[in-house]
């Protein structure tokens, strides 16, 4: 209870105000003599990944109480990616830091984080990390799957293949309604390798859950032991001090970068785990992280990638079964939250059983790494490629640029039957990066024109500095760096421009002139600044949010520092 003492002038008055009130909630000498276990409720009624924190907030306390702590819950705000305008990656950083002044403000000994939705599981250790007090995290997990006409359905790869096909005509407004009403059949996060899915399992493989807590999903009693073994296990985190800096090294980002490959998980993960390890002072090295692609097959069968879905992983035995896979590549020697190595955990973990999620390591599903850097002329900082789940006849593909210059711009000329385009064109959006959009939104997956959609085309070579979902697919570049708003050579692409994309070669040209490129930028002017530009969080945001190769954080909230992973 001494711990960040309201400042009185007096410490021990500081100490009998607050026994005071905390008495009024009806606690005991006795209870305020334990280990204190703050646990963060990050429930909302706009958030249906998170509808379960309730419970899982009290299978927590029961945990905590049994191992002899007192628990304590209290409020961060929360993100839903499909209720968070203008995006949810705008308000991650606010989430880091409401978290980690939480934590900081609050007597507690050790904390364990519950989130699920995309970008809270980023944001709750981003501001962990800073506030370096002993924490654990607790994801809700995903949804079960649903069905419709006989095929299995969920969200939300397959929310953006039903809503393809009716952007083409193949299906009607009365199935399309259909559809929608089951892609989100329980409460849980999207049950493909979306961002949620893979930050679970990323945060699992850099030691900061327990064991077996990725897959698990939301709706089943595993889930609530998995909570309660969470409460048990602060208390002791609380008495060893383990703390996020002690779990958070070099060796464990390294870790979670490589099980990011194997599963063929959400390009999201880099601008997060980037974000995280900054926190600490470690920088990601996005040259490094595509060499370590190379040596880094896809093993895991699941949508986007592939076929399956979060409840079959959990089948096929978790993040265990990958890791024996890649054991020869792991840092085994990674402290994690049980106090034991990532070597030991997984050790004793379950033996493996037949399944067909999981591949060996000797027969991928796809052999080259799931996620490509590029760079180029017209990504000097660099730029990513979800390559596995790409049309393969376009990893190299030269084609005219048709252009929007604007999230809006897209809105009114996709679709107009009169736009200039065809098959072979090149897709290009502006002003959707971290300061343009602002918050760098996943409108990267920019629709199949509607003309040609109808004729049946189902890929095309797209690029922005925007990122996209987790659960989509295509040929899609993003993370262009530097953004067009910030007068990145994406700013000066016209339409009609040629521009190649050479994924094996890892090159992105703007096939311009160095001549015709300097007279553009010399003619160049900065977006002209909106009228909620100017006050609040918004300023905030514009004037230090750093571009996505840095993670998109506050650039006043990472730790300076050389270390730099992958080491090698």
Same mark, same amino acid.
């Given at each position: 209870?001494?711990?960040?003492?309201?400042?009185?002038?007096?410490?021990?008055?500081?100490? $009998?105000?607050?026994?005071?009130?905390?008495?009024?909630?009806?606690?005991?000498?006795?209870?305020?003599?334990?280990?204190?276990?703050?646990?963060?409720?990050?429930?909302?009624?706009?958030?249906?990944?998170?509808?379960?924190?309730?419970?899982?907030?009290?299978?927590?306390?029961?945990?905590?109480?049994?191992?002899?702590?007192?628990?304590?819950?209290?409020?961060?705000?929360?993100?839903?990616?499909?209720?968070?305008?203008?995006?949810?990656?705008?308000?991650?950083?606010?989430?880091?830091?409401?978290?980690?002044?939480?934590?900081?403000?609050?007597?507690?000994?050790?904390?364990?984080?519950?989130?699920?939705?995309?970008?809270?599981?980023?944001?709750?250790?981003?501001?962990?990390?800073?506030?370096?007090?002993?924490?654990?995290?607790?994801?809700?997990?995903?949804?079960?799957?649903?069905?419709?006409?006989?095929?299995?359905?969920?969200?939300?790869?397959?929310?953006?293949? $039903?809503?393809?096909?009716?952007?083409?005509?193949?299906?009607?407004?009365?199935?399309?309604?259909?559809?929608?009403?089951?892609?989100?059949?329980?409460?849980?996060?999207?049950?493909?390798?979306?961002?949620?899915?893979?930050?679970?399992?990323?945060?699992?493989?850099?030691?900061?859950?327990?064991?077996?807590?990725?897959?698990?999903?939301?709706?089943?009693?595993?889930?609530?032991?998995?909570?309660?073994?969470?409460?048990?296990?602060?208390?002791?985190?609380?008495?060893?001090?383990?703390?996020?800096?002690?779990?958070?090294?070099?060796?464990?980002?390294?870790?979670?970068?490589?099980?990011?490959?194997?599963?063929?998980?959400?390009?999201?993960?880099?601008?997060?785990?980037?974000?995280?390890?900054?926190?600490?002072?470690?920088?990601?090295?996005?040259?490094?992280?595509?060499?370590?692609?190379?040596?880094?097959?896809?093993?895991?069968?699941?949508?986007?990638?592939?076929?399956?879905?979060?409840?079959?992983?959990?089948?096929?035995?978790?993040?265990?079964?990958?890791?024996?896979?890649?054991?020869?590549?792991?840092?085994?020697?990674?402290?994690?939250?049980?106090?034991?190595?990532?070597?030991?955990?997984?050790?004793?973990?379950?033996?493996?059983?037949?399944?067909?999620?999981?591949?060996? $390591?000797?027969?991928?599903?796809?052999?080259?790494?799931?996620?490509?850097?590029?760079?180029?002329?017209?990504?000097?900082?660099?730029?990513?490629?979800?390559?596995?789940?790409?049309?393969?006849?376009?990893?190299?593909?030269?084609?005219?640029?048709?252009? $929007?210059?604007?999230?809006?711009?897209?809105?009114?000329?996709?679709?107009?039957?009169?736009?200039?385009?065809?098959?072979?064109?090149?897709?290009?959006?502006?002003?959707?990066?971290?300061?343009?959009?602002?918050?760098?939104?996943?409108?990267?997956?920019?629709?199949?024109?509607?003309?040609?959609?109808?004729?049946?085309?189902?890929?095309?070579?797209?690029?922005?500095?925007?990122?996209?979902?987790?659960?989509?697919?295509?040929?899609?570049?993003?993370?262009?760096?530097?953004?067009?708003?910030?007068?990145?050579?994406?700013?000066?692409?016209?339409?009609?421009?040629?521009?190649?994309?050479?994924?094996?070669?890892?090159?992105?040209?703007?096939?311009?002139?160095?001549?015709?490129?300097?007279?553009?930028?010399?003619?160049?002017?900065?977006?002209?600044?909106?009228?909620?530009?100017?006050?609040?969080?918004?300023?905030?945001?514009?004037?230090?949010?750093?571009?996505?190769?840095?993670?998109?954080?506050?650039?006043?909230?990472?730790?300076?520092?050389?270390?730099?992973?992958?080491?090698?």
């Amino acid at each position: 209870m001494r711990r960040g003492l309201t400042a009185y002038g007096d410490e021990e008055f500081s100490l $009998f105000l607050r026994k005071a009130f905390i008495k009024a909630m009806g606690y005991t000498e006795d209870a305020l003599e334990r280990p204190i276990v703050g646990i963060t409720n990050t429930y909302s009624g706009f958030n249906a990944c998170h509808r379960t924190v309730p419970e899982l907030i009290e299978a927590v306390k029961r945990g905590v109480m049994l191992a002899g702590g007192l628990p304590i819950e209290f409020p961060t705000i929360t993100l839903h990616e499909s209720f968070s305008y203008p995006t949810s990656m705008y308000l991650r950083n606010l989430m880091s830091i409401d978290t980690e002044e939480m934590i900081r403000a609050q007597p507690v000994d050790a904390v364990v984080l519950i989130g699920g939705c995309d970008k809270t599981v980023p944001a709750l250790l981003m501001g962990a990390a800073s506030a370096n007090v002993p924490a654990i995290m607790l994801v809700t997990g995903p949804m079960i799957t649903a069905d419709h006409h006989g095929e299995r359905l969920g969200a939300c790869t397959d929310c953006r293949r $039903f809503w393809a096909r009716f952007r083409a005509g193949e299906i009607d407004q009365q199935e399309i309604d259909a559809v929608n009403a089951k892609l989100a059949p329980s409460a849980g996060t999207c049950m493909v390798m979306g961002t949620a899915s893979t930050m679970a399992l990323c945060t699992e493989a850099l030691g900061m859950m327990l064991p077996g807590g990725a897959c698990t999903p939301a709706v089943m009693s595993e889930r609530m032991r998995h909570a309660e073994a969470s409460g048990a296990r602060a208390v002791a985190m609380a008495k060893e001090r383990l703390t996020p800096d002690r779990i958070m090294t070099p060796d464990a980002f390294e870790n979670a970068l490589r099980v990011l490959l194997a599963i063929g998980g959400s390009t999201n993960a880099i601008v997060h785990l980037t974000a995280m390890a900054g926190r600490l002072g470690i920088a990601v090295d996005l040259d490094g992280f595509d060499r370590m692609g190379r040596k880094t097959p896809v093993l895991v069968d699941l949508k986007p990638t592939g076929q399956h879905y979060m409840e079959d992983l959990e089948k096929a035995g978790g993040l265990p079964t990958i890791l024996r896979e890649l054991k020869p590549l792991m840092k085994l020697n990674a402290l994690t939250v049980t106090g034991k190595t990532l070597g030991r955990n997984l050790a004793a973990a379950p033996a493996g059983w037949k399944q067909n999620v999981v591949r060996p $390591f000797s027969n991928p599903i796809f052999k080259g790494g799931s996620i490509a850097v590029l760079h180029g002329n017209l990504a000097p900082g660099g730029a990513i490629i979800k390559q596995a789940a790409m049309d393969q006849r376009l990893t190299r593909h030269e084609g005219r640029a048709v252009v $929007f210059e604007s999230l809006e711009d897209l809105a009114d000329r996709i679709d107009d039957p009169k736009l200039d385009v065809n098959e072979d064109d090149v897709l290009v959006m502006k002003q959707a990066g971290p300061k343009g959009a602002p918050g760098m939104p996943e409108s990267g997956y920019l629709p199949i024109p509607k003309k040609l959609a109808q004729k049946g085309v189902k890929d095309m070579v797209r690029i922005s500095d925007a990122r996209m979902s987790g659960t989509a697919f295509g040929s899609i570049v993003l993370h262009v760096t530097p953004e067009s708003a910030a007068g990145g050579p994406l700013a000066l692409v016209k339409n009609g421009d040629r521009i190649r994309l050479d994924v094996p070669a890892r090159k992105l040209e703007l096939l311009v002139s160095d001549a015709e490129l300097k007279a553009r930028r010399k003619a160049w002017k900065p977006p002209r600044a909106r009228k909620e530009d100017a006050r609040g969080y918004r300023k905030l945001f514009l004037d230090t949010v750093t571009q996505a190769d840095r993670g998109c954080d506050f650039d006043f909230l990472a730790q300076p520092g050389t270390i730099r992973v992958p080491k090698a």
